[in-house]
């Protein structure tokens, strides 16, 4: 080993590094960390394959650990392919995206994007926006929180001041639009006994992850209620909202999901007037 804090010495650490990091992802890297081991005067010859056994222990607590994370934030996902397809797709995510971030609640916001390339029989191309849909309620739960009007607060603003401002929405919550019914495929799966899974895994779906009382929840938007949403989201005002939504849904029932979204949290309230 060179002399500590030289260049040949910082060069060697950064080596050690990459090669125990390789170690850790690939049994196959073992050889190449060997030769920067430092073996007991006692134990001879025979000393490389308890470090690396030992090095083996660390391997498998860390995919323990990434197993983990990933099963918790996608449980759905875990029981629709059964605990061998996900062991390999969480081992296959994990090479492709190693872990930056200290915190593993965040490990697994691309997993929803690699499962669309890893998943290829086209029976669970709906596999990739489960995922998606339980990343939203998985972030729903660490995003911030903020202060909503009151309902008393919300009936004190007049008709007209509320169609020309623009509505903050809950930084919670997240919204999906689906070619397939993931929202009952997520509810069939829930301990509750939250629904029965669909007739037709093709049938469009508009989700919106709302988080009242710090729990995150699973509301189902019509697409009417969901264009409206994202405008709002996008910061367009109520009344341009509702023309989005109007354009698809002439019967859209603005006064049912008004109340919705406001008993969930999910619009807490104004934010700068809009130019007129």
Known sequence: ??????????????????????????PAADAALAPHLQFSSNSGDAGEQPLCARIGLYRGNMRAARHRALANAYPVLAALGGDAWFEALALAYARAHPAHDADLNRFGAALPAFLEHYETDPRYTYFGDIARLEWALHAATFAANTTS?????????????????????????????????????????????????????????WSLVARPQWRPILLTHTEAAHLAFVAMQRGATLDEALDAAFAVDSGFDFAGQWRVWIESGAIVGLRDRAPR
């Open 149 to 205: 009007l009151t309902v008393q607060q919300w009936h004190a603003l007049g008709a007209d001041q509320l169609a020309s401002v623009r509505l903050d929405v809950h930084p919670a919550c997240s919204v999906l639009a689906s070619p397939y019914a993931v929202d009952a495929i997520w509810r069939a799966h829930q301990p509750n006994g939250g629904g029965a899974w669909p007739e037709r895994v093709d049938t469009p779906s």
């Open 1 to 26: 080993m060179p002399q500590p804090q030289t260049p040949e010495w910082l060069e060697w650490l950064e080596s050690l590094q990459k090669a125990f990091a390789a170690a850790l992802d690939d």
